[in-house]
């Protein structure tokens, strides 16, 4: 069991991390591309690490924090909802089908990655 004060600054921790890792990939990827990006890598990141034997701590780290606060399902709905708004509701459909499909996916082929590796 972790202790609950090591817990709470390991989830701080990671999700600085994650933050900046999403802002980063904000910068490089512009709007609905990033949001689609973020949650499959962070699917992807989630997957392994669940099918790894990491530990409590690490998942602390990086389950809860990084990849918590990586990963977006804010922007997700304001892009789903905006899009549509907008009177694109076949794009918004299919970005909302994106990035359920590709979250999906990206999380079944990190868990084989991590169970495999881990």
């Known amino acids: 069991m972790t ?20 802002h980063v990939v904000g910068l490089r990827i512009e709007g609905r591309g990033s949001v689609l990006a973020v949650n499959t890598l962070g699917s992807l ?10 530990g409590s701590e690490a998942t602390f780290l990086a389950v809860v924090g990084f990849c918590g606060a990586f990963t ?13 708004a907008d009177g694109e509701g076949r794009t918004a459909a299919g970005f ?18 991590g169970g495999v590796f881990g």
């Open 3 to 22: 202790d609950p004060l090591l817990a709470l600054v390991l989830v701080g921790l990671g999700g600085a991390g994650g933050a900046v890792a999403r």
């Open 45 to 54: 990141t989630l997957g392994a690490l669940l099918a790894a034997p990491i």
């Open 72 to 84: 977006t399902f804010s922007s997700f709905a304001v892009e789903t909802v905006s899009t549509a």
């Open 96 to 113: 909302a089908a994106a990035n359920l499909a590709a979250g999906v996916l990206a999380f079944l082929v990190g868990a084989a990655v």
